[in-house]
């Protein structure tokens, strides 16, 4: 199971961090350029993915640790929802 959640973590992690910058250099190359520009929803997003990844990443997790990681979970949805 560790790996599993490790995988799936550091999946998303590498292609935030590599996929994106690829793709707005290559957009140089057409007619219409990508700026690299989040929308809230993204943005909350990826700092719901950088909690998860910092309570995660000592790999014990206990009640606390889940309970503080529902309320992102909880303002993800809401966000989401709204917007």
Request: aromatic share 12%; hydrophobic share 55%; charged share 10%.
């Given at each position: 199971m560790d790996v599993a959640v490790e995988?799936?973590?550091g999946y998303?992690?590498?292609v935030e961090m590599f996929v994106l910058p690829v793709?707005?250099?290559l957009s140089l190359l057409f007619p219409t350029f990508m700026p690299l520009v989040?929308?809230?929803p993204e943005l909350?997003?990826?700092?719901?993915r950088y909690l998860t990844i910092v309570i995660t990443?000592?790999?014990d997790i206990n009640w606390f640790?889940?309970?503080?990681l529902l309320?992102?979970?909880l303002v993800m949805g809401i966000g989401v929802y709204f917007l």
């Open positions: 995988i799936a973590i998303t992690l590498q793709l707005v250099l989040f929308t809230w909350i997003s990826m700092v719901k990443n000592d790999g640790e889940g309970a503080i309320p992102a979970y």
